[in-house]
């Protein structure tokens, strides 16, 4: 497995229990996605995976080697974050963020041939290199967040609610290119409150609630789970559909 996390907890303070022995895997090439609530601990296993906090208990390893708590450690070892809400630079360029992407890097002709890739992924984005961060629309926010990611030449990129707060247009543009980018060999692991896309695309799934993981499978199998269609879904439960159905006349 690229990445194997086992028994993972993590509190906040001494009273709020975030994980609780989380335990999954991702393998090398897939999209894996982590589907639960707001508050399901989403996030926080998303920061500890490059280091930004530090597990109470558990083990993380990426390519066999153990994760640790240093944020630029994890992004040489070859794991980048496009975090929730895509915390760009506002008051730098589309241009300047992308190379903020690659700052541990410096090879130029990789560099230009990246830039180059991450343009075919979200042509925008050339369109755009003096604007600045700020001045974008939501989706071409999300877009450079997602190229500035790429820039390091990850091997796991980290997805953290790529389509939080975008029209379904932009929701479409922005599943095509995850599906562009793991065929071109980067492995994904995907956080999302859009369960219907997440598992569409999904080869390997993880249900999170309140901090545990209460069901795995594909994404093929949690799309046919009655739970996961009723609490993600908006699927109601066949009883329920028939306790609804007015009587016959």
Known sequence: MLLSVERLNYFYGEAIHALRDVSFHVAKGEIASIIGANGAGKSTLMWLLVGLLKPKSGTMTFNGQLIRPVPHRAVASGIALVPERRRLFPNLTVRENLALGSYLRHDRAGLAQDQEYVFSLFPVLKERLSQYAGTLSGGQQQMLAIARGLMSRPQLLLLDEPSLGLAPVLVQQVFAAIQAIVSQGTTILLVEQNALKALEISARAYVLEVGRIVLQGSGKDLLGNPS????????????????EQPPPK
């Open 228 to 243: 996961v269609q009723a609490a993600y879904l908006g699927v109601r439960q066949r009883k329920d559909l028939l306790e």
